[in-house]
């Protein structure tokens, strides 16, 4: 089975900055993009960023210009730079998988916790 493992989170004052990391384990077909969602306390799970098959990144609006996704295949990483964080970025962040082989078949971590303080 896929296993996504994300590391990273922790506690950070706002302007400041963290990495996550998310490293990808076990048997898949075929990768058509990798990224990271985010969800705070009662809210939805929302896309962050994601890097498609073809080299592609999306980004939510919110996150624009100051967090930058990238992917290493040959290190099965995913990594997502998150700089100028703010208390809104507060969150569990997890990483995510995307299979489109046959079907759309997505793979999630675990989760790891994004805070930020004003």
């Known amino acids: 089975q896929v296993q996504l493992v994300e590391s990273g989170g922790g506690l950070v004052q706002s302007g400041g900055s963290l990495r996550l990391s998310c490293a990808v384990s076990?048997?898949?077909?075929?990768?058509?993009?990798m990224g990271w969602y985010r969800q705070a306390p009662g809210k939805q799970r929302e896309l962050v960023a994601q890097v498609t098959s073809g080299g592609a990144t999306n980004y939510a609006p919110s996150v624009k210009g100051r967090f930058t996704v990238s992917r290493d295949d040959a290190k099965g990483t995913v990594s997502l730079q998150m700089n100028d964080l703010q208390p809104e970025d507060t969150a569990v962040y997890y990483c995510?998988?995307?299979?489109?082989?046959?079907?759309?078949?997505?793979?999630w971590g675990q989760g790891t916790q994004v805070t930020v303080s004003s």
């Open positions: 995510n998988l995307r299979d489109a082989t046959f079907r759309v078949v997505d793979y």
């Open positions: 076990g048997r898949f077909l075929s990768i058509n993009a």
